[in-house]
């Protein structure tokens, strides 16, 4: 694509992003909540950086945690007429270097990666007599990727598991882990095989021991992007403090909140602590919200109050639409059959099954909404689509399309991905009959889709054939017309324009295994983390009863200041438990709520007074004071942002929305 003038990049920006692509020097921190477009600041920055001429693109290396996010950031940066630039995972560029620099370093041929721990840790399990099932082999494998992440070593195991209260996987001694950490790293030496952990250890190694070495990797690479800030770990951070050599030219981006991953490693604490070490860094917050309506930001920003980390208070920038919705269900059963039977109105109703989501605490509660969707009739996927480039007919096209492509420079790219899939099972109409037939058709139909999308947008030929590659080796399938069943930890970094979330329940978030306080807000974390995945329809639920179970189920902790009061009336309750209720409700509000939170409920009430008086009807046909509670908290700038809060209506938004708005405005 042509190349924008730096003028034409600032104006595709708003004011804060604007601020992150003109910081083309020294250390940067943003601050991104969901939704903010971090994504579109940072590779802005960089075509920005390069069309002003402060970046060399042969020297920035962008990084971040996943293939499929890395492969995202290449195909912006593509767009934007920078393809030179290096996007890659922490993983992938010490790799390269690694590959690169072992015959000059170590010499002779570099060993093999073991690509999946799970057959050694078996083994060196049964050697030590300890259950070998699958899940406790994936445990333990986890396990040892969390101690090499963390920078521990088998010999100081057992005292930092103590030191960090963490439980050890399998009802295992921490000193019989450190026997199996200790174990499997004998038996990778013996196999002269390497993990991935490994890889970047001894990149560190390689920067930290050879300083001919460090400097040309240095001279390299003058600037660095991280993405996803706040999921690297002890191990990244070495790795990243390597490639700078004490340099600054640094830009971070991450979201406190979104810290998902501490029990594989990662902490925020860099992202939170970047001025501390950086006393000079410029802090840019980006806290407007593109992708999810204001009532669906509203009940994120009230879900991440309590998530234990620094909070960026999203704004949405998104018209006012439907009020997320909350459910109870007698039973599982019920709640997925009822999911199918709401997922079947919106696909009545124009939303593709594409653009719908179930999202889940763990992969064991699948089943029942499989079940529920394949009685619906309604097509489904399982998160993520590991296989979806395994399949034959789509192997078959894709090949087919990039040798094709090399050549073919006149033909759209649309064109010839039919002509490449019409000999593999795909047809100009949708089959009449489900079934492996549909399934197949389904699976082409999206790399149709997916050339289509590329025209329209002037892609080039070569570029879509680029792209395939580059998702082939991120696992990055394009979107199915499918509904995506997925757990929350899989989801983060997707959206949908409808999400389901259902089960939640004390037990499963948080997790019954969530003991301590940061185990718990991080569970929090997770559920704001879905919470945010939501474009335009939002559906929490929870059920009642759980088979083979006793007892009724305890809607989970993190709704309690989200439900809706009224779902949990009885049908005939006695004017006393309804004034037990309301005095509980405004204890917590006094208990909970800052001094400048209480001075906007107070001034709130002089003013309801004011009108009341002025108008001879009473107060709480004006706003009640669980309303007046509930804008004092949300504190909105705007009537987009007041029309959130619980009572507030049309009506009243238009007849005192902007007397309530200038009585906020002086309390500021």
Known sequence: MEKLSPDDLLLALDAEQRQVAQSTSGPVCVLAGAGTGKTRAITYRIAYGIATGAFNPNQILAVTFTARAAAEMHQRLVSLGAPRVQARTFHSAALRQLRYFWPHAIGGSMPQILEHKVSLVSSCAKRLGLSSDKVSIRDFAAEIEWSKFSLISPSDYAAEIDKRKRPVPGDLSAEKMAKLISLYEESKHTAGVIDFEDVLLLTIGMIENRPDI????????????????????????????????????????????????????????????????????????????????????????????????????????????????????????????????????????????SQIAILLR??????????????????????????????????????????????????????????????????????????????????????????????????SLRAVAQELQDRIEAKHPPALEAVTIATLHAAKGLEWEAVFLPSLVEGLIPFSLSKTSEQIAEENRLLYVGVTRAKRLLYMSYHRFREGTRGKQKRSRFLQKIWPAELDQPEKKSSASSKTRRKVAQKAFWDESDDATIARFEALKAWRTKVHLEIKKPAYTIFADDTLRHIAQLDPDSLTALGQARGVGNVKLDMWGEEVLAVLQNCR
Not at 315 to 342: G, M
């Open 214 to 353: 460090a400097q040309r990797i240095r001279e390299q690479y003058q600037h660095f992007v991280v993405d996803e800030y706040q999921d690297i770990s002890q191990l990244g951070q070495r790795l990243l403090d390597g490639w700078l050599g004490g340099r600054q030219n640094l830009c971070v981006v991450g979201d406190p909140a979104q810290t998902i991953y501490s029990f594989a490693g990662a902490s925020s604490n860099y992202l939170q602590n970047f001025t501390v070490k950086y006393p000079n860094a410029k802090k840019i917050v980006l806290n407007r919200d593109y992708r999810s309506t204001p009532q669906i930001v509203s009940v994120a920003n009230t879900v991440v109050a309590g998530c234990g980390r620094e909070v960026v208070k999203l704004r949405s920038q998104l018209p006012s639409d439907a009020a997320v919705a909350f459910e109870s269900y007698a039973d599982e059963a019920e709640q997925a059959s009822q999911i199918a039977a709401q997922i079947k109105r919106l696909q009545a109703q124009g939303t593709s099954l």
């Open 362 to 459: 763990t992969n064991a509660q699948s089943a029942s909404f499989e079940q529920a969707l394949e009685q619906a009739k309604i097509s489904y996927q399982l998160r993520g689509g590991e296989q979806f480039f395994q399949r034959q007919e789509v192997m078959r096209t894709v090949r087919a399309f990039v040798s094709t492509a090399l050549g073919a420079e006149q033909v759209s790219a649309a064109e010839l991905m039919k002509e490449c899939a019409s000999g593999n099972g795909w047809t100009q109409t949708v089959p009449a009959q489900g079934g492996a037939l549909r399934d197949r058709w389904d699976a082409l139909q999206s790399l149709v889709n997916l050339a289509q999308d590329r025209d329209a947008e002037g892609v």
